[in-house]
């Protein structure tokens, strides 16, 4: 029996001697393994294997020592690419911001105001925007479907709400919103979006066309991985523009080739300057493949003629382009005088048809009156493809496996809300309206507030959820910014955070025409703090200026 134990024992020894070895880089093959143990158990002492048995204490054998590289994790050692994409709207200043946030509630009274204002994103519920209750109480009851039948429920919700939420239930395989659907997204929600789509435009809509993702910006990054394979191949972009767009096509090793918008015709999209650029990067050996329009406009404002649109489509049917029509503000429209159309409707309405011309229409339900930017819902509408390429689609998006339910829900419900007779239609109509009366009013507001600053200059607010006014900055200004190593309009958006708690973005981070300087600011901030942010924004500026004056 001691020698079986003293045998266990020994091999247990020469055991962790081989892990000391693989610790240690030396490298033992399975099949080597047993001998090593066996060759090493014949190896130890008797004295040692005492010491097994006359100590609690179990003493390690010698390890072998050997020298292993060591790797410092640098810049240079991950994807360029990543080096090479920014996206402003998240960057240095609001980073700056959230420091500034913290240090007020560590030491109360430690900087000139008592709030940090956010005009940097379009989040509106972080701002105090309250969602839509009839979307909610469906969420509440898709995602909890054991109090359906629970007489209390019919107390707490609307009898429509409760009817949606069975109708979806019943689309969902198992009932269960916590499971996988189709990559594409749930079959029954895309019916319902399909059918949304349709009493939009007046044109028909088929639901296979439709990919439900995690909001806009998955779909768009799913287009350029799609239509991106080296630095020669372009995507036409405005400028000024989101940053995702110049992100993404920097993520995907792209070129972005820009279009420059009018900002004299209140950032008019000429087809001249389509034409113009196109040919630019025609001759620098850049294959050009889409066309990207964000309509109505973000950062800009404006909200495309329909005459306008009738242009670009002529155009990329023409070159031969994809139209990325980025259409997530098309709730958002402030002027009696301009009206929302989708690409897809003016080019059905142009006798185009599925066949014509390559088109993707991107909605969200991060935006519009909804603003459920954290539920993530959103999709793209795919037309003008041959089956082959929409395979390729299908495959990218089944790598995601799929959107979350939740998101697909809510893009289901924005593009079939109650309707007259429902029970829910009069409260629903009323939270829809007043919120976009609301925005409607503070774009005017901010925007009179801009114009009647010493140099600045801004557009009129016609939709989405921007401003982006343009700053005439003194020459001292701009070599005091110089001096700081930062773009002028920065150096402004640092020294109003700093003064006032507010937070804009550099319209650089935006691109845009060289040598003009903006700032991108939201029109989200609760009504009743628009007149705190127009007197500390007016009195922060007036400062600036005989700071700065020339």
Known sequence: MRRFVANKLAKTAAATLLSSHKTNGIRITRSSSSSFIDHHTSCISTPLLSRFFTSTTVQSPPTLTTTMPSRSITLDFINPKVIECEYAVRGEIVNLAQKLQQELVDKPGSHPFDEILYCNIGNPQSLNQQPITFFREVLALCDHPAILDKSETQGLFSADSIERAWQILDQIPGRATGAYSHSQGVKGLRDTIAAGIEARDGFPADPNDLFLTDGASPAVHMMMQLLISSKNDGILCPIPQYPLY????????????????????????????????????????????????????????????????????????????VLLADEVYQENVYVPEKKFHSFKKVSRSMGYGEKDIPLVSFQSVSKGYHGECGKRGGYMEVTGFSPEIREQIYKLASVNLCS????????????????VGDESYESYTAEKDGILSSLARR??????AFNGLEGITCNKAEGAMYLFPCLHLPEKAIKAAETAKTAPDAFYARRLLNATGIVVVPGSGFRQVPGTWHIRCTILPPEDKIPAIVDRLTEFHKGFMNEFRD
């Open 443 to 448: 774009a005017k507001t901010l925007e009179d």
């Open 246 to 321: 110049s992100a993404s096509i920097a993520l995907h090793g792209g070129t972005l080739v820009p279009y420059y918008l009018d900002e004299a015709t209140g950032w008019g999209l000429e087809i001249s300057e389509l034409k113009r650029q196109l040919e630019d990067a025609k001759s620098k050996g850049v294959t050009v493949k889409a066309l990207v329009v964000i309509n109505p406009g973000n950062p800009t404002g404006q909200v495309l003629a329909e005459e306008n649109q009738r242009d670009i489509v002529e155009f990329c049917k023409a070159e031969g382009l």
């Open 404 to 419: 979350n339910i939740s998101g697909q829900i809510l893009a289901s419900l924005v593009m079939s809300p109650p309707k």
